[in-house]
C-alpha cells in the first residue's frame, strides 16, 4: 500500500469527522471540529489523487465513508442495523476490494 492510498483512508476517517459533526454538532467546538475535518478529509483527498486514479479514489473514499458513517452511527448515536444493511455494507466493502485489486501500477501517475 502506497503513502498515496493510506491518504484515502485517512481522508475517509476525517469524513468520519465532519459527517458526523454535520449531523450533531450543537457547539462552538464540535462545529470547529467539523470544519478541521472537512479541510483535512479534502486536503488528503485531493492530494492523493494527483497520483492515483480518480475514479477508484473517488469509490474507495465515498465506499469507506458510507461504511463508516453506518457503523458510527450504530456505535456512537445508536441508530439501528439491519441484516440486510449488513449484507450491502459487505458487497460495497467487496466492491472497493475488487477495484483497488484491478488496479496496476500503470494506473498511478508518476
Same mark, same amino acid.
Given at each position: 500500500?502506497?503513502?498515496?492510498?493510506?491518504?484515502?483512508?485517512?481522508?475517509s476517517l476525517f469524513?468520519?469527522?465532519?459527517?458526523?459533526?454535520?449531523?450533531?454538532?450543537?457547539?462552538?467546538?464540535?462545529?470547529?471540529?467539523?470544519? /478541521?475535518?472537512? *479541510? @483535512?478529509? =479534502?486536503?488528503?483527498?485531493? $492530494?492523493?489523487? +494527483?497520483?492515483?486514479?480518480? %475514479? !477508484?479514489?473517488?469509490?474507495?473514499?465515498?465506499?469507506?465513508?458510507?461504511?463508516?458513517?453506518? /457503523?458510527?452511527? *450504530? @456505535?456512537? =448515536?445508536?441508530?439501528?442495523? $439491519?441484516?440486510? +444493511?449488513?449484507?450491502?455494507? %459487505? !458487497?460495497?466493502?467487496?466492491?472497493?476490494?475488487?477495484?483497488?485489486?484491478?488496479?496496476?501500477?500503470?494506473?498511478? *501517475?508518476?
Open positions: 500500500m502506497t503513502k498515496e492510498w493510506l491518504k484515502v483512508i485517512f481522508a469524513e468520519l469527522v465532519w459527517v458526523s459533526g454535520l449531523a450533531h454538532a450543537s457547539t462552538v467546538l464540535e462545529w470547529v471540529l467539523t470544519a /478541521i475535518g472537512v *479541510v @483535512v478529509s =479534502f486536503y488528503l483527498l485531493t $492530494s492523493s489523487v +494527483k497520483k492515483l486514479p480518480i %475514479g !477508484t479514489v473517488y469509490a474507495v473514499f465515498a465506499g469507506l465513508g458510507s461504511i463508516g458513517s453506518i /457503523i458510527v452511527g *450504530v @456505535v456512537f =448515536f445508536g441508530e439501528s442495523i $439491519s441484516p440486510l +444493511k449488513i449484507v450491502f455494507m %459487505g !458487497t460495497l466493502l467487496l466492491g472497493i476490494i475488487g477495484l483497488k485489486l484491478i488496479e496496476t501500477d500503470k494506473d498511478e *501517475v508518476k
